[in-house]
């Protein structure tokens, strides 16, 4: 999947929270922005914080469990 983020989004704005399931078993997704690297620090896995206004783009969260099986993840403009 590739999303790709307005220039005209600015800081200020209010974030998406992305819900996505999925049928299949995932042991590990990648999530890239640009060309920094898969484990930078905000793209890590379990990096969506409870308060909101600490999200940033590309926060995510996998629940790879057979009882959810999900994949969280926040866009915004924040950090572009």
């Given amino acids: 999947m590739q999303i790709e983020l307005s220039e005209r989004w600015a800081e200020t704005d209010k974030s998406i929270y992305f819900v996505h399931n ?4 995932r042991v590990l997704m990648d999530v890239t922005v640009n060309s920094l ?3 930078y620090e905000d793209f890590k896995n379990e990096t969506i914080s409870e308060k909101k206004d600490e999200w940033r783009l590309a926060n995510n969260i ?5 009882d959810v099986r ?5 866009i915004n403009g924040k950090q572009p």
Avoid at 70 to 74: A, G, M, N, Q
């Fill in 22 to 25: 999925f049928t299949d078993t």
């Fill in 37 to 39: 690297k898969k484990d």
């Fill in 70 to 74: 999900e994949f969280h993840f926040i």
């Fill in 62 to 66: 996998l629940y790879p469990t057979p």
